[in-house]
């Protein structure tokens, strides 16, 4: 089984230009989440879809971020315009709802450098 | 103060010892602890998963959850190179029918197991 797909691996970009970064989560996963990683740091929820809806997004800055997920399986993060700050990794995880534990299933990330 | 609190070491131990790994947390509503391991450059995967207070051992690795004092510890008993990675405690409120709610995740702890 295909794990969560995640690309580009890496960009570098300069500040103030847009980047955007899409995930394709396991088969038959409805529960979708973006996180945030900085150098150091524990993964931060950004915004997690159950199908296509956007139930939490709570921590997901709005004014220079948005996302979508608009049939219910692969989703697009985009950052317009970039900041030095957003350099992080971006992690997208999906679930499964017959998983007792609620595991979440991370892609290997996706890596931005703003310069 | 974070709801999550863990050491970031770094942290190095010879091969063949007992590793002890620890997160103390602040919000009593926690139910669901996990360990995730994280390689390097990878995305984190689920280690060991822990409802409520209790043990839990699988293998090598060993969960332990106190939920009086609000601190849970991972064990890893003769540990290997291939341990060495960053090991994240993670905590979660409610697993619904969509998978957790909200994870919050620890800074992780880097280790390295010299051979």
């Known amino acids: 089984e295909a794990g969560v797909v995640q690309s580009p691996r890496y960009k570098i970009i300069e500040k103030k230009q847009p980047v955007a970064f899409w995930c394709n989560p396991i088969?038959?996963?409805?529960?979708l989440y973006w996180y945030r990683q900085n150098l150091g740091q524990g993964p931060e929820l950004l915004i997690r879809?159950?199908?296509?809806?956007?139930?939490?997004d709570s921590q997901l800055p709005k004014d220079r971020f948005s996302a979508e997920r608009l049939k219910g399986v692969d989703s697009t993060l985009k950052i317009q315009p970039a900041e030095l700050g957003d350099s992080a990794v971006y992690l997208c995880?999906?679930?499964?709802?017959?998983?007792?534990?609620?595991?979440?299933?991370f892609g290997e990330g996706s890596r931005l450098t703003v310069l | 103060q974070k709801e999550v609190e863990q050491d970031p070491g770094p942290l190095s131990v010879p091969e063949g010892a007992i590793v002890s790994l620890n997160c103390t947390y602040s919000?009593?509503?926690?139910?669901?602890f996990m360990w995730y391991r994280q390689y390097s450059r990878k995305g984190p995967e689920l280690l060991m998963y822990?409802?409520?207070?209790g043990n839990k051992e699988d293998g090598r690795f060993t969960a332990q959850v106190d939920k009086s004092s609000k601190y849970i510890s991972l064990f890893i008993r003769d540990s290997q190179p291939s341990d060495s990675a960053t090991y994240l405690c993670?905590?979660?409120?409610?697993?619904?029918?969509?998978?957790?709610?909200?994870?919050?995740f620890g800074t992780g702890t880097r280790l390295t197991i010299i051979p």
């Open positions: 822990t409802y409520s207070s």
């Open positions: 995880a999906s679930s499964s709802r017959l998983l007792e534990s609620g595991e979440l299933f």
């Open positions: 919000n009593s509503a926690f139910q669901y």
């Open positions: 088969s038959g996963h409805n529960t």
């Open positions: 993670a905590m979660s409120t409610l697993i619904s029918n969509f998978g957790n709610e909200k994870l919050t």
């Open positions: 879809y159950e199908n296509e809806e956007a139930v939490d």
